[in-house]
């Protein structure tokens, strides 16, 4: 099985100059959402399957403003 390699990764816009939320997309679909910031209570990560980032991304299209 090959090694699952990070292709992306980028700082969220946040309105602050740090601890913004961080994605990284890997080659085989999956995602990781890490937030750090302890001052507001959000601190961990999200790791997404590849067919969980897919349908996120579908009902993020679908449902929001930004999609249509």
């Not at 995602?31 to 990560?45: I, M, R």
């Not at 996120?56 to 299209?61: D, G, S």
Request: with cysteine; hydrophobic share 30%; proline share 4%.
């Amino acid at each position: 099985m090959a090694e699952v390699r990070k292709v992306h990764e980028e700082m969220l816009s946040c309105g602050y100059k740090k601890c913004c939320p961080t994605i990284s997309i890997f080659d085989d679909g999956s995602a990781e959402l890490t937030d750090d910031d302890p001052a507001t209570g959000s601190v961990g990560t999200i790791k997404l399957r590849p067919e969980v980032a897919g349908r996120l991304a579908e009902l993020l299209k679908t449902h929001t403003r930004a999609g249509q």
